[in-house]
């Protein structure tokens, strides 16, 4: 099924959701053509794809885009990364109400990673569910029976 056709029909979902697997490669992580860099490529084509699919409904659109695990800071002996705590998520379209970047970078000093091996988280993926969705706290934790009292964050969305 063509997801831009069916979100874009009339009484189309106005949620979707897509996962894209692949993504916990622990070794040769920098490598040009390697894993990473092979699934950042299909990640970036199957993007433009889907904007020019959606057309004009594209100015209506916002795609979330976060990881189920962070990464650490240090290489591996595989020139790698293993699993951590922080990692990155996107969110693109024309809802957004800040600019490029929300957060404060905590940097990649040793002083600043967290347990001394991980990037700094600095917002809850949840929080950042419940800001894009406009969701209550009640309907979060439909979602996330343990996500307690979250506070979404303030002026992510438009």
């Known amino acids: 099924m063509d997801l831009a056709l069916h979100v874009t029909q009339r009484f189309g979902p106005n949620i979707a959701a897509v996962e894209f697997n692949g993504w916990d490669t622990h070794s040769n992580q920098g490598a040009a053509d390697g894993p990473l860099d092979r699934r950042l490529a299909q990640l970036s084509q199957g993007l433009v794809a889907f904007r020019q699919a959606m057309g004009i409904h594209w100015a209506q659109t916002n795609v979330v885009m976060l990881t ?4 650490t800071v240090r290489p591996n002996g595989s020139r790698g990364s293993d699993h951590g705590t922080a990692g990155m998520g ?3 379209g024309a809802g957004l109400g800040r600019g490029p970047i929300y957060g404060d970078w905590p940097g990649l000093a040793d ?3 967290f347990e001394n091996r991980d990037l700094k988280p600095i917002h809850d993926t949840r929080a950042v569910l419940q ?3 406009d969701l209550t706290t009640s309907q979060l934790r439909q979602v996330f029976p343990a996500a307690g009292s979250r506070r979404p964050l303030p002026d ?3």
Request: glycine share 6%.
């Open 131 to 133: 800001s894009c969705f």
């Open 156 to 158: 992510l969305m438009a």
């Open 68 to 71: 189920e695990f962070g990464r």
């Open 111 to 113: 002083a600043s990673l």
């Open 90 to 92: 996107f969110v693109l």
